[in-house]
């Protein structure tokens, strides 16, 4: 399905509202038809010199011999031609009034909760990849799909939609006006059509190509943005401004040419209507002046159709204008539909089981996990049973976060298995497989919220007494309280209100709260002082009390009481063992212990 059916197909469950508002714009259209029937009994009857009673005709249709006259539809006491005429033109604007807005609010609505469904399913289908996707996919491009692209797409599905529908029955009725007024005038005009169809169509992909490439371009500028702002302390402390500020202007400036390219194109379509515009009068008024002349039309009828020829330019051209917005709208939807179109990498199985309380063991068999090309872990054979605290270590690059990864699924493996109590990961639900895994990371992820609402994160059904005692256990209740509105603190972006060590604990808390079998700690210490982490390891050993526990640390001060040591050596598992062992054993975890211990001696 190409993009224009798949906006097309948005409006499916506002079917009934969009026909309504069709019939809305149908009647306004009509409203502008009847405009152009009434000049012709103004000229010919109102402001001759030679004034009649007779019944004034609005239309009429020859084969049925059938007449419309507008005296008929209004009661006996004001049929003079002017009071119908004045009582008409009012009536016709005060019924267009009302359909036109109650049209367009139609639209309106049916546009913004399209968009809002629309974003709603976007932002639900990212939130749901697998970190493969955002990795590959940088915060800003991401947000640019979010944010601009979809504003692109909601203004073809409101504004843009409202006008192509009013536009459309305005230009039908007064073709039909037009028609009756002089079909053989009417159809000479309609040769110069295709000069206008044809240079618009052309006109209108261009503008679509090079609206992908402007919001492609926009992206672009979101990300710079995004990291400039999230790194603006590493900016500044490298007096990075001025060229940061330059990296800017130089995306804006890409960004110009290219909008400056759809912008050059778009404004090429006016002059292009006027042009045909005006040749089409041109010949209307040399064909006129002979017609009235020998008599053959009346001035009135002549004024019918130049009003409905000179009306007839300003829906043309708005149409044209709608169709070069909803390139632009289809241009910004292919971003929107290809990450919509993007199926995990990590896919839950249609009907996967509910993994069950963990009871017994963890166990890795015949693991190898590629990144690309790239052979990240191979050969993992590994069992973790309940209860055990494993450490896993190795130099930078080994594999050790990229094994805690797997255990939670945010990577698929490529060969082997790892079972939970004999169950497959890939057979299980992924909801009932990260309930059971806590995860305390170096880079403590904190959110713009309150103290409270941080550490129930995920809990959401809480009560704050449960919430008071996971920050006790963590060894935090004490500094949150010192805070200006205690557990309703609002932290800050990332939690900048906070020192690292106050961040740690509270991640520390939001673990414990969330009370799952297995914990995770990566590096959780390693960016603390002292003193940060001496109360963080307080924390994390209430925290792991009765817990299955894997740890991954560069300092092997924090592993060494630890029931089993894994080390891992380019992916592979080349030792395994307790500290003292693997000390006494001579080999890759001694070499580890040496450069940390003896080597940092003066």
Known sequence: MNDSRRLASLLRPHIPLFAVAICLMAIVGTCEAIYALLIKPIFDRVLTTHYTEAPIKLFSVPFYHHTLYLQNLLPGHIRDPITAIVIALVGVTLVKGICAYFGTYS???IGQCVVRDLRNALYSKIVRQSMAFFAENSTGRLMSTVVSDIERVQDALSNTTASFLKQSFTLIGLLIVVFHADWRLALASMVLIPFVVFPAANIGRYIRTHSRKSQDKMADLTNILQETFSGIRIVKAFGMEDFEGSKFKAATRRLLRVNLRWVRAHALTQPLMELIGAITIAGTLI???NEIVHHAQTL???AVFLYCVIKMYEPIKR??????SLQLAIGASERVFEVMGTESEVPEKRHATQLPPFRKELVFEDVEFRYGEAVILQDVNLTIRKGEVVAIVGSSGAGKTTLANLIPRFFDITRGRILIDGYDLRDVNLSSLRSQIGIVTQETVLFNDT????????QLHTDRRAVEEAASAALAHEFIMELPKGYDTVIGERGERLSGGERQRL????ALLKNSPILILDEATSALD???EMLVQKALINLMAGRTVLVIAHRLSTVRRADRIVVLDHGTISEIGTHEDLVRRGG???????????NAQP
């Open 107 to 109: 639209v309106n609505y």
């Open 287 to 289: 064909y006129a002046r």
């Open 300 to 302: 009135g009828g002549f």
């Open 319 to 324: 149409l044209t204008t709608a169709n070069n």
């Open 451 to 458: 103290v409270l609402e941080n550490i129930a994160y995920g």
């Open 507 to 510: 991640a520390v808390a939001r």
């Open 530 to 532: 002292t003193e940060s």
């Open 588 to 598: 890759i975890y001694q070499r580890l212990h040496e450069l940390q211990f003896v």
